[in-house]
DNA sequence: AACTATACGGAACCTTGTTCCGTTTTAGCA
DNA sequence: TGCTAAAACGGAACAAGGTTCCGTATAGTT
């Protein structure tokens, strides 16, 4: 799991307990707003949503892009943490689909995103290390565990995987919404295809 | 060749002669301008720059995002009307690669671009098809007289030059400047491979 | 309880897109 | 050539969004 809510950079020093609480519903709100209204929706917005002046929005997120950066980093890390909790839950073939669809969710989410991570605004030119960073190493625990369970083959990484399954979900557009739930259980189909065949 | 300086949609009213100036230095202005500053660059210092006040540049460019599909419509025009030309000045061989050369500054130049048309701006849905329906002709043209004076082998067309060109511009970043000329180079060396050999 | 570093709120400021309107210029015509 | 109406001009004014400033409030400490 991921502490809390740390902007980058603060080494050690104590955050008020009124700080932190208007820390994450800043963030909190940012998801939201980002959601109805994308990235560029007004900062004002945001802070009124969260019940809190601008001032003390810029306080914590000295840029916009920070908070940005921030929505980004905190669903990354969610969809991360997900992982060993499925692994406890589950029998590892499952685990892993269930994550994969997690995933599918957190990209379907990303639409808006997308544009602006190539706006060309060095702001977000860290985004895509994190995604890989964070997400490889989870998914990758849930492969690992699938192949030792003889649930799939051992021939495919978490890179490749995320990526496909990525580039499935920007395919398709936003119409039909389970065509993508279809589409990664064919892929985990596939991975079955070769599995060891030992439980 | 291409008339002048029409926005579309302009049936048959006559133009007032300073009007036409001022749209064609309004027009350079800004190519100028996003040359520089990119197309995100204030409409305020464009209309300076074209010595024009803002009202003049909104009557003929009701849009900013006008005033970034008229540059880039006449600079596909300038590319496009380059390739007859050509072809009257050189052999066929010749005309094709100085096309090609011509092509790839052209391309060079639309870095800032690249980045505004996959912004989900629906008012620039219209420039792909327009680079397209401009562009292919001309090239066409060009490849029909190289195949016919037995210059090139006959089995590639237009479209796959044209994005294969532009591929190979956008992969090499900005760095050694005359990469892609000598991978153009490449790429026509190959066109001439078969070439039927007939004069 | 008093004190200080920290945090809060939101008015104010700056930049940028866009509109409005009084003034100027062009082009046709007598 | 001088007259006139339509067309075009310029830039002040407005709207909206990002960012800063600073007087006030509060958490945490002694």
Redesign the interface.
């Given at each position: 799991m991921t502490e809390h809510g740390d902007t980058p950079g603060t080494p050690a020093r104590r955050v008020r307990a009124d700080a932190q609480r208007n820390i994450d519903a800043v963030r909190e709100a940012a998801k939201a707003v980002f959601a109805v209204s994308g990235v560029d929706a007004p900062v004002r917005e945001i802070a009124a949503r969260a019940g809190v002046g601008v001032g003390t929005l810029y306080r914590h997120f000295p840029q916009r892009s920070d908070l940005v950066v921030a929505v980004f980093r905190h669903e990354v890390d969610a969809c991360a943490d997900a992982a060993p909790a499925l692994a406890a839950e589950h029998e590892p073939g499952e685990a892993l689909t269930g994550w994969l669809r997690r995933y599918t969710r957190f990209i379907a989410t990303k639409r808006g995103l997308a544009?602006a991570l190539?706006?060309?605004d060095p702001a977000f030119d860290v985004l895509p290390a994190y995604f890989d960073q964070r997400l490889r190493p989870a998914l990758g625990s849930l492969l690992e565990a699938a192949v030792a369970a003889g649930e799939i083959r051992a021939d495919v990484d978490a890179d490749d995987l995320l990526h496909a399954v990525r580039n499935l979900c920007v395919a398709a557009d936003d119409d039909g919404s389970d065509h993508v739930h279809r589409m990664v259980g064919l892929l985990v189909d596939g991975l079955r295809y070769g599995a060891s065949g030992r439980a």
């Open positions: 544009a190539h706006s060309g």
